[in-house]
Structures are given as structure tokens and as C-alpha cells.
């Protein structure tokens, strides 16, 4: 769903990642794992056109991203699921128009994915907090409502920048349960996070593969660590 | 006729239309509020620069149609000779190039030309009463002057009065001054496109955290841009039409003064050019509708 060859990016002087060659296949399960700062909002900004690479090529859905016009990329964008390390609500509006957003910024009648919304919102648990404004929710209300947000357009790919970043442990796992259950679902998972020990707890229950950004480049290995 | 029809729906598709498009674009408080602010103000004078340029139109035709045609000889002459004297005068004017008829008005006539000063019971048979020629002239005129040296030699009691000719400058004023009254609504309307471009453009970047949002989930420029121009075409739109409403209002009821006197308080419209300020709403929103779009296809052009 996602390749990168050789690519490269930096934000102006000293390089951010470097040499990055690595395949995201459909139905795969990636962890993205480093240290704060070492780049992998980076890595998933360029996975979503955020960020064009530097060097090398990025493909998405099969397309080259350079070749893409603003059109294309807001196209990409509706098949990809993100869920943003500030989750990136608009804040005058209520959760439920914020997760109904991509569905209403991309054309559709909103109606149509109204069943989607509901079983969404039962699936997250946020039922009873659709009419709140993103300030009025918790870490884990946010990042729930997030998840649902990219979820709500039935996207291939889902990609969580440290979905897990704000809320405890309970919360943390039940997260990441939800992703699992994407991926099994036949989605394409990649989960940015720094947190070792969600990592370990996922190990059991999905094969996943770990990418480690270290010294700007990206090593690959399998579940172990 | 295909594209008159896309017009349209796209018409329809802006100011009707689902509500939740409306919404993406937060409610920011002063640049909306001054948007309909502007608009309503800039319609306010739009429709008095009109009304201006309709009334001293109307004025200058009505002056212009009074210049061109008349203008008398009085002959105060010694009773006796005043027939007489009258005659020749007549026959002087009648070979006069310029002039396309001459003739000697009544008692009758002249006793309501003088009734206003002295009542219709004036016994003009007993008072040493002028007689006068009533000229028409035709489109050129005739040679003032030259008629005036002429009618001096030969009519001594003639005077040759062209009461009207004063006015002629009068009318070039009328004219210049419609003339004005139009500059003046082309310029309320640039200025009113400039001022909606600013107030857009400091929307568009006071929302950028919004616009940045929203191509995160996937909307397209255009999408961004109509949300933003729909705003700024409904507070156009609503701003001028409060406007225009409030001027015609004040225009209609202007106190009433004969307007062949007082050409200020001549100000108003008259029949159907009532429904000329009526546009004024409208143009004003295809003018919020044009500086939106283009400010916000301008802004949003950068990379994502
Ligand atoms: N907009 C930016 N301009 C310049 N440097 C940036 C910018 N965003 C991030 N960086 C730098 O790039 C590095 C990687 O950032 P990031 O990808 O957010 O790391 P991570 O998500 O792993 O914490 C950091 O050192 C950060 O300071
Ligand atoms: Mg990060």
C-alpha cells in the first residue's frame, strides 16, 4: 500500500531520516518505534503527504507522491486513515460532526455513512458524548473520537501517530485492542509509539513487524525485540 | 444556455444547501460582522450616489428640453404704436434663420402669465401692458446678437428676451453631475471588492489552523474555498440588502419640493427606476462572491 526506496527528508539543515527502503503491505501490522524526536510523525507525514520526501521516491496506493497534484493527495487522503499525535479536531464543532467531517469534506451525503457512525461510536464507546466539543473531552475520549474519525470513510490504511500518548494503560490497551481488531479486519495498521510495553502486549495477539528509527534510518525487524 | 443552467445550480447550491458546509468555517467573529458591515454602508451610498445620478439626469434633460425652444420680445411702446411695432417685429423674426415661429399672444394669454402677481381680475385693457412674441426657435437657434442690433434699429420700444439661456450652464452642471453620481458608484464598488478581499484574507489566515484540518481528512481547495466564499457572499448579501432597504426608506421619504426648483430636493426615483437600487443587494454579493474566491483560490494555492 506503501513504499518508500531510498527516501530521505529533512526540514532544512541536518537530515531527519535518510535511506529509508521499506514496504508496507496490505493487511500488515506495523509498529513505529524510536526514541521522541527521532522522526516518526516524520516517517508517517510522509506516508500521508504531510511532508514530501527529500530524496528517493514515495509511493502511495501505488502512485509516485511527487506526481501528485493537491487533488490527488486530498484523494489519498480519504482511503488513509490518520490518527493524529494532536488528534487535529475542529474545535468549534461537536464530536459527532468532527467524526462525520471526512465524510462531509469528501462530497457524500452525510446519511449514507450514518450506520457506519453508530456502530463506530458503540465500537469506541462514545455513544453518549457526540454533542461535546473536542475541549470537553478526556485524553481518551480525544483519541477515541480520533481513531473513529479516520475510520469513518472505511479506509484501507490506518495510521496511529502515538494513539496511545495521552491516556493510561487501561485505555492504552484497549487502543490498541481496536487496532488489532482493524487489522484482522484485513486493514493495513502502522502505530507510532515510543511505548516498549504496548509493544510486548500486542506481540501475542498479532504478527507484527517493528520498524526502529535510529541515527535517521529506519531498521526492520520482526516482533522480537 | 448549458452554462446559464450550471450558474445556476451552483446559485442554488451556495445560498441554499446543506447547513453543516456553512459550519466548517468557524463563526469568527469581526471580519464577518465587518463584511456586512461594508457591504450594507457601501450599499447605503450606492443607492444615494444612484439616486443622485437619476435626479440630476432627469434635471438636466427637463432644462436642456427648455432651453431649446423659447424665449420672447417684449415691445413697451407708446400706445398707438405698439400694433404697429409689433407687426414689423414679426415679420423681422419670421425671415430670421433660427427661429421656426413667431407669434403674438393674446390678452387672454398674458393675463394668465401676469395672474399669479395680480390676480385673474387684472383689467389689462386700461393698463400699459407690453405685448409679447412668443419665438420658437429651432434646433440652431438664432443669432442673438445680431437679432438684437436688428430688432434695436427697426423696433425701438423691442427688447429681445432669451429668459432661458442663463440656465445653460446649469445643464452642463446637471450633466457633470450625473457623471459624478456614476464614478461614484463604480468606486463604492471597487473599494467594497477591496475591503471584502481583506476582510477574506485575514479570515483565511486567521482559520488556518482550520484549512490545515480539513486537508488532513481529505477536502479538496475547492471545497475550502466555497465554505469561505459562501460565508462571505451571505454576509454580502445580508449586509447590502439591510442597506439598500435602509436608503430607499430614507430616500422615500425625503421631503417633497417641486423638483424644477431645488434640485437636491429633487433627490429620489421616480416609477421603475425603483427597482434599480433593488440590484444593489445583488451585485454587491457577485462582488463578495468574485474577491472571496479569488483571495481564497489565491491563498490556499501554496502546498499542503
Ligand atoms: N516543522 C519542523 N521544522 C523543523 N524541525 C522539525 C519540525 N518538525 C519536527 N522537527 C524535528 O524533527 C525531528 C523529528 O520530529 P518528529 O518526527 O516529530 O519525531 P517523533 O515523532 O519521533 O517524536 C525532531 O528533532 C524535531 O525537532
Ligand atoms: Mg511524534
Known sequence: MIELKKAGFSYGDGAILADVNVHLAKGSFHFLTGPSGSGKSTFLKLCYQALMPSAGTVKVLGKDVRAMTQDDIAMVRRRIGVVHQDCQFLDHLSLAENVLMPSQVSGRDVRDDLTNFNQLMDWVDLMDRINALPAELSGGERQRAALARALILSPDVILADEPTGNVDW?????????????????????VATHDMNLIREAKSEVPARVLRIQNNSLLVSGADL | MNKL???????????SGDQSADRVVPPSGY????????????????VFALALSLATGRLAERWSNELANTSTVRISAPEGQAAEQAKIALEILKVTPGISSARLMTQEEQRRLLAPWFGDQLPMENLPIPSLIEILEDSQGPDVQGLKLRLAAEVPGAVLDDHTRWRRPFVTAASRL?????????????????????????????????????RLIGAKNSYIVKAFVRRFTIRALLGSTFGTLFAMLFILFLPRVAEEGAFLTGLGFRGWHWILPMFVPFLAALIAFVATRIAAKHTLQGPS
Not at chain 2, 463604492?188 to 489552523?209: E, G, K, R, W
Open chain 1, 170 to 190: 487501561a485505555m492504552g490497551k484497549r487502543l490498541l485492542g481496536l487496532l488489532i481488531e482493524l487489522n484482522k479486519m484485513g486493514k493495513t495498521v502502522v
Open chain 2, 178 to 214: 450625473r457623471l459624478l453620481g456614476l464614478i461614484s458608484i463604480v468606486l463604492i464598488f471597487v473599494s467594497m471588492a477591496a475591503m471584502i478581499t481583506l476582510a477574506a484574507q485575514s479570515a483565511l489566515s486567521a482559520n488556518d489552523q482550520v484549512i490545515k484540518v480539513l
Open chain 2, 5 to 15: 443552467k450550471i450558474a445556476w445550480a451552483r446559485a442554488q447550491d451556495l445560498l
Open chain 2, 31 to 46: 471580519t464577518s460582522s465587518l463584511t456586512s458591515f461594508v457591504a450594507g454602508a457601501m450599499a447605503f451610498l450606492s
